[in-house]
């Protein structure tokens, strides 16, 4: 780990300890996503694993959500839209082989690419816009960016702090 953590407390993570009421805002974002999004569950989880894949987190990369989110003491919300991917799924998205992805998928790929690596390219680009708008509703594609950015921080915290080799989650 890169910043000590007193191993004799019963605290979860360096934030309790070190900036706690900071900590718990972006826990309480974090779990937000995953209980309040309205997003379809394979779109959900195709950006969150490009999201995972940008910022390293080794953690978020075999996350399932269906499978795990019930870690989080969570037991509805985005795991009700709609089927669980399968095992294929991940895989072919951690290889970056899109094939078997709808268009939605894969602009929720894109998305959360382009939001991670090129945010002030993304803002401008108006014919990825236009694409956007074509499959997404407005309020698709809020939900869709306040997941990624709920992704994109947290996961960046726990990959830059070395969290994401011995999360407890």
Request: glycine letters at 8%; a negative charge; proline letters at 2%.
């Amino acid at each position: 780990m890169r910043i000590k953590v007193n191993s004799n407390t019963n605290l979860t993570g360096p934030g309790e300890i070190y900036a706690k009421e900071i900590s718990s805002a972006g826990n309480a974002f974090a779990y937000a996503i995953y209980e309040h999004s309205k997003l379809p569950l394979r779109v959900f989880e195709a950006a969150r694993i490009a999201t995972a894949m940008i910022n390293g987190c080794q953690i978020c990369m075999n996350w399932q959500t269906k499978r795990d989110v019930s870690q989080m003491g969570i037991e509805k919300g985005v795991i009700d839209n709609g089927i669980a991917p399968d095992e294929s799924f991940y895989t072919e998205i951690l290889n970056k082989d899109y094939s078997n992805l709808s268009k939605r998928e894969i602009l929720a790929v894109n998305y959360a690419t382009l939001m991670g690596n090129k945010p002030k390219e993304l803002s401008k680009d108006d014919n990825f816009w236009d694409e956007m708008k074509k499959v997404f509703t407005d309020e698709e594609i809020t939900d869709l960016t306040y997941c990624i950015a709920g992704w994109m921080g947290m996961g960046r915290v726990a990959h830059v702090l070395g969290l994401d080799q011995n999360c407890s989650i």
